[in-house]
């Protein structure tokens, strides 16, 4: 799969929750963004997805972009952790 950004990924991939941006959980040197779930039984699911790489300009087709790699971290919390 190709995205333009991290936040483009989780908006396709992030169903069941949303994709928010708690200033605590992301990676300052590398474009990121979160998908955070809350469950019926009050844990709280997010998924951490970062973007490393470099874009070089101008952009043109997603094969000309071929250094860029998408991580994703998976964490499982309580409200109180956050």
């Known amino acids: 799969m190709f995205w333009a950004s991290p936040k483009a990924a989780l908006q396709e991939l992030c169903k069941r929750g ?3 941006k708690p200033p605590r959980l992301e ?5 990121s963004a979160v998908c955070k779930v ?3 039984n009050g844990w709280i699911e997010i998924e ?5 790489g470099i874009w070089p300009p101008p952009y043109h ?3 000309d972009s071929s250094p860029l790699m998408l991580y994703t971290v ?3 919390t309580t409200p109180e952790s956050l």
């Open 61 to 63: 087709e997603p094969e």
């Open 27 to 31: 990676y300052k040197r590398h474009p």
């Open 18 to 20: 949303d994709v928010v």
């Open 38 to 40: 809350v469950l019926a």
């Open 74 to 76: 998976y964490l499982r």
């Open 48 to 52: 951490l997805a970062i973007m490393t």
